[in-house]
């Protein structure tokens, strides 16, 4: 599987000449009817009963169209221009100073997520096969002397074409916005992509020729006191009565901490402060290290709201907003948002969470190498006394993210929720006291801080783009609570880092967490409870070669998903965090939940209008050579 979108060369070129659009204003500064000529424009076959249009079909929309469109949204459709188009010398945007600032800012997540189109991970922003277009600022010109280039242009690739920068005033024009997009797409037969940040690791919030609904400056959080004890009492379950915060699709988990911080609670979120809590983290699972205390991001929701694509099938030919709850007519709604993966079953324009007293917590941190060892061999058993270790640590509440290199096994930061310092010490002594007996140095701290914002403040770092080829699996805890389970899988682990892969995940006890916060039924993969870490493993990406990053992408699924999948059979991985090349990914990523979850995308989006890889249903589609999304 390669991601989509090879576009025709005409289209391409015209549109990166006449295309004008601020990435960071995130407005068009031209009429749209200016941006693609009529004339420039090729007609080719489509099967548009099969087939979603593209650029160049006789069925993609006027340019009149596109600009009657966004006249109808307030101006705010913006045509993509590649941010990468200033490293081009063939392209009219060529500029070396700003090509230099771009390559050195290029790693900070910031630099994608204030686009309307860039995506984090590389491999999806490159057109279909190998030889697809793509706009990679370090492949353009005066790229690393010595080193072959792959492209002489600039092209879109599978950049969406155009985005709706749904930034309204509140939450109830907000979802005119996704109304009025869902509805143009599906009148035009065109792919939809809805994104917030782009930090998608499996090229879920990009697509060839698609229309983005674009959520990022929605930024609403409001706090309120919430009780569902009348609707609760009636189904006979648990109610909720307590803080509670409502989400705008586009805020961030540094923006959700804060305001949280502001009113002595806490938000769930996740380790990296720029992933947007209200799509793909808390609708694909969303674990942090406030897990093992809490649950999961999908174990906080108490409401959805969110716009239903349209059908006639359906009785209802045009978008309209629900409300979702556990306990309404579209608790199947609620049960498959919390959990089933973004950008499938609806688009939300925002999401009620639990929010919590703000904790005391402790940190620490813990980390050896085998630089000063003798035998190489000494450090793998530590590594397998960590692994051993694991259970004690996540059971009295800490999320522990670690990471594992060739030589280098770094721990940190461990949070722990409630958990007072010295507890936290005795829990990692059993794993001290064998690097002891190994005559393993190590470093290692433990911290009491007032708050969990004063943890997250301390000790956790500033994440910067992924830029790596990546799979994942979640380990079952099972594996390390017996001493042949711990020896393979730390023999698995070992033979990736040894091969110079990273391996990387965040040990928690999600069974624990979820119990205390009396978490509403939902469908993150069920194998996540007994997991002890949601692991991922990766190799560098490649800017220059891209067929280095197929031949990676190879290695990934065939050598280090395989020697794992070996350790953990009939396990699965984390639908956010997995290979996107998984084979069999409905069950590994969706587990026993992935047959109701069909059944409930059909019922709500029976036409398949939201599509993005490896989500639910996506298997009735395929891509084309030339990106071309059509029925399977
Ligand atoms: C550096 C980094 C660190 C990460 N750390 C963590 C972590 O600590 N914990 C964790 O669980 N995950 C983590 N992730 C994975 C992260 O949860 C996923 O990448 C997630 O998909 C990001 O969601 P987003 O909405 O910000 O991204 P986007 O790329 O904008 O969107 C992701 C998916 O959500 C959909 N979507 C977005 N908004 C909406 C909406 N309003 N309605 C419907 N669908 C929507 C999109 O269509 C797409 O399918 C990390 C990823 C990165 C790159």
């Keep these: 599987m390669f991601p989509p979108g090879l576009l025709k ?22 009429p749209i009817s200016n941006l693609l000529p009529q004339q420039d424009r090729i007609t080719t076959s489509n099967d548009s009963s099969n087939c979603r249009c593209i650029p160049g079909d006789a069925c993609w929309p006027s340019p009149t169209e596109w600009s009657r469109f966004n006249q109808t949204v307030g101006g705010r459709l913006i ?4 941010l990468g188009s200033v490293c081009y010398s063939s392209d009219e945007r060529y500029d070396k100073a700003k090509c230099a600032q771009l390559r050195s800012d290029w790693h ?3 630099t994608h997520y204030r686009d309307s189109a860039s995506v984090m991970n590389q491999f ?3 057109g279909p096969g190998p030889d697809g277009g793509q706009c990679d600022p370090f492949d353009g010109d005066s790229s690393p002397s010595g080193q072959e280039r792959n492209h002489e242009k600039c092209s879109i690739g599978s950049l969406v074409t155009y985005s709706l920068n749904a930034s309204s005033a509140s939450s109830a024009s907000a979802a005119t916005d996704f109304i009025s997009t869902l509805s143009f797409a599906h009148q035009h037969n065109i792919r939809l992509v809805i994104r917030n940040t782009g930090h998608d690791y499996l090229g879920k919030s990009t697509g060839a020729g698609s229309l983005a609904l674009w959520t990022h400056y929605l930024k609403d959080i409001d706090f309120f006191d919430f009780d569902n004890t009348h609707e609760a009492e009636q189904q006979g379950s648990v109610a909720y009565k307590g803080k509670a915060a409502k989400l705008a699709a586009g805020v961030q988990v540094s923006e959700a901490f804060a305001a949280a911080k502001a009113h002595g609670l806490v938000l769930h979120g996740g380790n990296c402060e720029s992933v947007g809590v209200v799509g793909g983290y808390t609708q694909g699972g969303g674990h942090s290290v406030l897990s093992s205390a809490i649950g999961l991001g999908a174990d906080q929701v108490l409401e959805w709201e969110v716009v239903i694509p349209p059908s006639s099938a359906t009785g209802h ?7 979702a709850t556990p306990f309404n007519e579209h608790a199947d709604l609620y049960w498959a948002l919390s959990g089933g993966g973004g950008g499938t079953f609806g688009a939300v324009v925002s999401v009620t969470v639990k929010a919590w007293e703000d904790f005391e917590t402790a940190g620490a941190m813990l980390m050896f190498s085998a630089n000063s060892l003798e035998d190489r061999g000494i450090f793998v058993k530590g590594v397998q006394a960590w692994l051993e270790g694991l259970p004690g640590i996540v ?10 290199l060739k030589d280098v096994l770094a721990v940190s930061p461990v949070l722990a929720p409630g958990v007072k310092a010295k507890e936290l010490e005795e829990a990692f002594k059993p794993v001290m006291e064998k690097l002891d007996g190994l005559g393993i140095p190590y470093a290692s701290s433990f911290t009491d801080f007032p708050s969990f914002h004063d943890a997250v403040a301390a000790m956790v770092a500033q994440q910067n783009v992924t830029d790596a080829n990546m799979g994942g699996r979640l380990i079952p805890r099972s594996l390390v609570t017996e001493k042949e389970g711990a020896e393979k899988l730390t023999e698995a682990l070992d033979a990736i880092a040894s091969a110079d892969g990273t391996v990387a995940g965040i040990s928690v006890n999600i069974e624990r967490g979820r119990k205390l916060s009396k978490a ?9 409870e007994s997991a002890i870490q949601i692991g991922v493993f990766g190799l560098p990406y490649n800017h220059l070669n891209f067929s280095a990053n197929i031949d990676a992408q190879d290695k990934i699924t065939n050598v280090f998903g395989a020697a794992l999948e070996k350790v953990t059979p009939g396990g699965g991985a984390y639908l956010n965090e997995g290979d996107p090349h998984q084979p069999d990914w409905q069950t590994t990523f969706y587990g026993e939940n992935y047959e109701r979850l069909l059944a409930i995308k059909n019922k709500y989006d029976p036409e398949g209008l939201l599509y993005a890889l490896t989500a639910v249903g996506s298997e009735k589609w395929v891509q084309k050579e030339d990106g071309r999304l059509c029925r399977a």
């Design 9 to 30: 060369a005409c289209f391409l070129s015209s549109a990166l000449l006449l295309a004008t659009a601020t990435a960071t204003s995130g407005l068009a500064q031209e």
């Design 108 to 110: 900070l997540t910031a």
């Design 520 to 528: 509403y039924p939902n469908s993150v993969n069920p194998l996540f």
């Design 79 to 82: 045509a993509t221009v590649p």
């Design 317 to 323: 030919p045009e978008p309209r907003l629900v409300k």
């Design 395 to 404: 059971d009295i509440g800490a999320g522990a993210i670690w990471f594992l």
């Design 124 to 126: 999806f922003a490159h």
